[in-house]
C-alpha cells in the first residue's frame, strides 16, 4: 500500500509540473522601441525564467535597457495572453520615469492582438489586487494593468496627450475576490 501511495504522488506531481511544458511561447512587442521576441516565461519546473523575464523588460522598454518589472505584474499580462488563446502581447508602456506605478515597475498599459481593449479589462477586472483602466478613445484602445492593493478599476475616453478625468468603475465584489488572494491564483 506504502509503495502505492508513493507512485500515485509521483504521478500527481509530474502533473501539476507538466502544464508549464504544454505553454507555447508568447509573441512580445514592445511599441517604444520597436522591439519584438518570442518568450516562455515559464520553464519546464512551473518556474519562472529569469532570462525570459529580462527579455520581457528589454522588449517593452523605451529604451532597449531591461528596467525590472514586477513578477506578479508579468505572470499578469502573460496569463492574459494565454486566456485569450496566446495572443500577441502589445506593450504600449511599461517601466518609465515620473509616472506613478510605472515608475516603480507596477504597471503596464498594453493589449493583446485580436482582443478588444473592453473585453481584455473586462477580464483582468475579475483578478484580485489588480487596477485596471481601459482607454476608449478610437486612437487609444488599450488597457492599463497595475498590482495594487485594494483593487481600482476606470474607464478613460482621453485622446492620447490629453488627460481628461478617469471615471471609476463600481465593483462590489473587488473586497471579496482581493481578500481571497493566493499567489497560485496568477498562474496561467
Known amino acids: 500500500m506504502c509503495i502505492d501511495a508513493l507512485l500515485v504522488a509521483a504521478a500527481r506531481e509530474e502533473r501539476v ?6 505553454l507555447p511561447p508568447i509573441d512580445v512587442v514592445g511599441m517604444n522601441a520597436g522591439m519584438r521576441a518570442r518568450v516562455r516565461f515559464y520553464a519546464s519546473g512551473g518556474d519562472i525564467d529569469e532570462a525570459a523575464r529580462t527579455q520581457i523588460e528589454r522588449v517593452v522598454s523605451s529604451d532597449g535597457e531591461a528596467h525590472p518589472l514586477s513578477v506578479r505584474l508579468e505572470q499578469l499580462v502573460v496569463k492574459a495572453a494565454y486566456h ?3 495572443a500577441r502581447l502589445v506593450v504600449i508602456s511599461a517601466w518609465r520615469d515620473k509616472a506613478g506605478r510605472h515608475t516603480t515597475g507596477d504597471a503596464v498599459d498594453f493589449k493583446l492582438e485580436h482582443v478588444r481593449a473592453g473585453e481584455l479589462a473586462a477580464w483582468l477586472r475579475g483578478l484580485p489586487r489588480v487596477g485596471v483602466g481601459v482607454y476608449t478613445h478610437p486612437r487609444t484602445q488599450y488597457v492599463h494593468l497595475d498590482v495594487r492593493e485594494p483593487s481600482y478599476h476606470w474607464v478613460d475616453a482621453s ?9 471609476q468603475l463600481r465593483d462590489p465584489g473587488a473586497a471579496k475576490r482581493d481578500a481571497s488572494y493566493e499567489p497560485d491564483m496568477d498562474l496561467p
Open 159 to 167: 485622446p492620447p496627450g490629453i488627460t481628461w478625468r478617469e471615471a
Open 17 to 22: 509540473v507538466a502544464w508549464a511544458d504544454r
Open 84 to 86: 485569450f488563446g496566446g
